[in-house]
């Protein structure tokens, strides 16, 4: 074949696939020019799983009659006007290609009214050919109607999913659209069923609880960090609550949904070690950066954006969802997850049982009776690593570093919580002989900064020169850890984050130094060490959980035993 140019009608089509790849595409893009115009109350109307009819209406600012024709026009935008323009986009559209696809790929009929107009206008397109517009009476606003979609490319409609999936597509879509608009009333009628009804309040706990149920909705923690280069806020997943894949992370940048491969990485590896293998978080996260920093033009659909500071970005995302799990301590449903026993026996000392707000600092925990009696017995422990101990109901495996470290972080906590105001602060414990430290000049302008809070914690520091410092004294639980490797992960905090809120940056410390001083996996403890241990784990407010929301024990209840062993339920 020589070579030729295509038919505008060709061309117009291989554009149109890129922009509307299926039902949900149309829906997106519908839904953008409303929300670009100002729309406070969007109606989606879906038949035929989208293929046979989709229709948004909003009370935005409409189209006035005399633009009709050319707002359904390739290229034609009034979002963008120079090539300077598109690294400043403050809209979701500026390639004027959206109407212009649809129209040429389905049955387009658009009806707009601007709010100065008396009368509004109505424009059909059908398969790129546009008709005559004619004047017609509708309240302020655009409706845009899409019908018999992919008429004219029978192979587009082959690669369609089933309807179910389609229009399963259609609502995750509209759904994070209202989350992330939820000033927005958004309404969403499926094949003459409501499907979604969003209030238009503001408040998007409202809106979780309509995507995952209100369970889930109410354990989602809420992020909310202001960094130089990104706001972000949103909600994720506590540890306990994961999904086998990775569709339910969302973000949304600059009022877009994207679809980033790496932020999904960001995010998933904040979580660390605190997820199982194959599990993944839940996650709407809405990152807010100046347009400039941000290039939305590399997509035809315009779901993926290149970040100008990738990195910052980036670790953004992982600082402010690390503060997020760590400012919780969350009650574990760790059985439930690993073992599926009928229920969860709850491990004594009881728990608050009140859920812990979300995004709740670590707070000391409630008094304790003095001497609880004791209630697991002791059996051993194995691979130097793991406590073996019996309760009422069941055995149970203890982690013994987790366990550890939620013991000395409870008892800092208390200790730190005692000495509110007064000048009894933690207990510190002078070493006999002082230890000096060396860091980097970033590092030691920060600690120097926050002495007078680490005296508070127990650690006497002064400074020793420049870079150097001297620790004379460490808290008194603390007492037989190293030092300077407890001051070293206290500015390697500092370093991480330098403008956290005073209380959680407290609690954070002294998790960060309960981790550091917690007996390691692989130590072998003596019986009494190991008594001594499981001890100050029942007299934990939440045992079941190191300060880093890792479990520190895993129950294996007598039913499960029997169940396992076939003695029960083989009648
Ligand atoms: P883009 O959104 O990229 O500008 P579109 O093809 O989606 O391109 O829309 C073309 C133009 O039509 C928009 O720039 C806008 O001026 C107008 N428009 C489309 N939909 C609406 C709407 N719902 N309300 C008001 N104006 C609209
Ligand atoms: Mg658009």
């Known amino acids: 074949m020589p070579i030729h140019l295509l038919s505008p009608e060709v061309s117009s089509q291989i554009a149109a696939g890129e922009v509307v790849e299926r039902p949900a595409s149309v829906v997106k893009e519908l839904l953008e020019n409303a929300l670009d115009a100002g729309a406070r109350h969007i109606s989606i109307t879906v038949e035929g799983a989208g293929k046979r009819l989709i229709e948004v209406a909003d009370d935005g600012c409409g189209i006035p009659t005399v633009e009709l024709t050319l707002a359904v026009a390739r290229h034609?935008?009034?979002?963008?006007?120079?090539?300077?323009?598109?690294?400043?986009?403050?809209?979701?559209?500026f390639r004027g290609e959206a109407l212009a696809s649809i129209g040429s790929v389905a049955r387009l009929t658009l009806t707009s009214r601007p709010a100065e107009a008396a009368v509004g206008g109505q424009l059909r397109l059908e398969g790129g050919v546009a008709g005559e517009v004619q004047p017609v009476g509708v309240p302020v606003g655009t409706a845009a109607r899409v019908e018999n979609l992919f008429f004219n490319i029978p192979a587009r409609l082959k690669f369609l999913k089933s309807d179910l999936t389609e229009r399963r597509a259609i609502d995750d879509l509209v759904t994070r659209y209202a989350l992330a608009y939820p000033q927005v009333r958004f309404h969403l009628q499926q094949e003459n069923h409501p499907s979604l009804q969003t209030s238009g309040n503001g408040n998007r706990?409202?809106?979780?609880?309509?995507l995952y149920g209100v369970e889930v909705a109410q354990q989602l923690l809420e992020v909310l960090a202001d960094y130089d280069v990104v706001?972000?806020?949103g909600y994720i997943s506590p540890i306990s609550l994961t999904r086998s894949n990775r569709r339910e992370i969302t973000f949304f940048v600059n009022g877009r949904w994207v679809h980033d491969a790496a932020l999904t990485t960001a995010l998933v590896q904040a979580y660390h070690t605190q997820l199982m293998v194959g599990r993944y978080p839940l996650a709407v996260l809405f990152l807010d950066l100046p347009p400039e920093m941000v290039d939305v033009n590399v997509h035809p659909a315009k779901a993926e954006v290149r970040f100008r500071d990738r990195d910052s970005v980036f670790s953004?995302?992982?600082?402010?969802?690390?503060?997020?799990?760590?400012?919780?301590?969350?009650v574990?449903?760790?059985?439930?997850e690993l073992l599926t026993p009928p229920q969860i026996p709850s491990f004594p000392p009881s728990q608050p049982s009140s859920a812990p707000a979300p995004f709740l600092p670590i707070t000391p925990p409630p008094q304790l009776p003095a001497s609880p009696t004791p209630l697991l017995r002791l059996v051993g422990q194995i691979a130097s690593t793991y406590l073996v101990a019996e309760g009422p109901d069941g055995l149970y495996l203890i982690d013994q570093h987790a366990a550890h470290e939620r013991v000395l972080f409870e008892k800092l906590m208390m200790q730190h919580a005692g000495g509110e105001g007064g000048e009894n602060k933690i207990p510190a414990q002078s070493l006999l002989q002082p230890a000096t430290v060396e860091l980097p000049p970033a590092?030691?302008?920060?600690?120097?900064?926050?002495?007078?809070?680490?005296?508070?914690?127990?650690?006497?520091?002064e400074p020793f020169g420049p870079t150097t410092f001297l620790v004379r004294a460490i808290p008194a639980l603390l007492s037989g850890a190293d030092p300077v490797a407890a001051l070293r992960v206290i500015v390697e905090d500092f370093e991480e984050d330098e403008t956290p809120l005073q209380a959680?940056?407290?609690?954070?410390?002294?998790?960060r130094v309960c981790k550091r001083a917690a007996v390691?996996?692989?130590?072998?403890?003596?019986?009494?060490?190991?008594?001594?241990?499981?001890d100050g784990l029942e007299s934990c407010s939440s045992p079941r959980t190191c300060p880093h929301g890792r479990p520190t024990m895993i129950h294996l209840s007598v039913d499960l035993l029997e169940r396992q062993f076939g003695r029960r339920g083989a009648r």
């Not at 600690?447 to 520091?461: D, E, H, I, T």
């Open 316 to 330: 953004g995302v992982q600082r402010a969802v690390r503060r997020a799990l760590l400012a919780y301590t969350p």
């Open 231 to 233: 706001r972000i806020n």
């Open 205 to 210: 706990r409202e809106i979780l609880a309509a």
């Open 76 to 93: 034609a935008t009034s979002k963008l006007n120079s090539a300077a323009d598109l690294f400043r986009i403050a809209t979701l559209g």
């Open 520 to 534: 390691k996996a692989g130590q072998t403890l003596s019986p009494a060490e190991q008594h001594a241990l499981l």
């Open 443 to 461: 590092g030691a302008r920060l600690l120097a900064n926050q002495l007078p809070l680490l005296a508070r914690l127990g650690f006497q520091v």
């Open 504 to 511: 959680e940056l407290e609690a954070r410390l002294i998790a």
């Open 332 to 336: 574990p449903g760790l059985e439930a």
